[in-house]
């Protein structure tokens, strides 16, 4: 009686599991069929090639696209190294428990700031202090400070991962510490630190909050020439279009449209994360 009980709730909660995924599902295909429907009408090759006409009902985004692909550069250059090394010293080297709790509060804390909070950061230190003015430097140096808690715990998820057997083997063999870091370690977590990467990269591309104030413009008529320069980016472009623009009615499949592309270069981005991550798995194990 007690195992047939049990049989029945555990099949009930299988189906509730399932049909909740399903559900999800449903609203993500809803989503994206919504904004495919309303901008499928602006794609077109010069829509992306081309620069914007005439208060942006003409033309295309191109100078958007390439202002969104500094941004996640430069945020790279600046959450990826901090965050890994971060992550490092909190699973390798931090032996005191109270303190690693203390800094894995502080990283939770950070990650739960808003992010029109690091905007305004940005805006006091970067764009205002250090003089950067409104540039790809200062929208650059404020989405890696962003994302920096995000690296810093995918990476330490993927180190600890690391079966402890692989430190002490190398370690047995008279392998330094960092040698046993640097060739054992990293190599083997590397998959998950990639989906790390690739995550604070999509959430880069798809800010607008911290960009609004450090970085972006509505409309430039040329490119960057240097990384002290005002750029554009896909976010920016779509919120003032949607909220603030002159002609939003009639910009309206221009906004969407701009929305396909960014979640177009998103999806390309995790879809390229998990290659990465496929190889480099099967490249380890072997």
């Given amino acids: 009686m007690i195992a047939n009980r049990s049989k029945f709730y555990e099949k009930m909660f299988f189906i509730a599991i399932t049909f909740l995924s399903y559900v999800v599902i449903a609203f993500l295909l809803l989503v994206l069929g919504f904004i495919f429907i309303k901008g499928i009408r602006a794609i077109s090759w010069e829509f992306i090639t081309q620069m914007p ?33 971060a992550a490092i010293y909190l699973t390798e080297y931090v032996e005191n428990k109270r303190v690693l709790n203390f800094i894995r509060l502080m990283i939770n804390n950070l990650a739960g700031v808003p992010s029109v909070v690091f905007g305004l950061f940005g805006l006091s230190l970067f764009v205002i202090f250090f003089d950067f003015g409104t540039s790809i430097v200062a929208g650059s140096l404020t989405l890696g400070i962003l994302n920096i808690s995000l690296v810093i715990r995918s990476t330490e998820e993927a180190l600890l991962t690391v079966p402890i057997s692989y430190r002490e083997a190398s370690l047995s063999l008279g392998a330094t510490k960092w040698q046993t870091i640097y060739k054992i370690v990293l190599p083997s977590a590397l998959p998950g630190i990639l989906t790390g990467v690739m995550l604070s990269l999509g959430r880069a591309a798809g800010e607008t909050a911290p960009i609004m104030f450090t970085a972006a413009t509505f409309y430039t008529p040329h490119l960057p020439e240097t990384i002290f320069n005002e750029v554009m980016a896909l976010p920016y472009h779509i919120y003032v279009l949607a909220t ?43």
Avoid: D
């Fill in 53 to 85: 006409r005439n208060e942006m009902r003409e033309g295309g985004i191109w100078p958007a696209i390439v202002g969104t692909f500094y941004l996640m550069i430069g945020s790279s250059l600046i959450s990826v190294p901090f965050g890994v090394m």
């Fill in 244 to 286: 603030a623009g002159i002609h939003i009615e009639a910009t309206r499949h221009i906004q969407y449209g701009t929305a396909i592309v960014l979640i177009a270069l998103v999806l390309a981005l995790n879809f390229s994360g998990m290659v990465l991550r496929y190889r480099f798995r099967k490249k380890f194990k072997n």
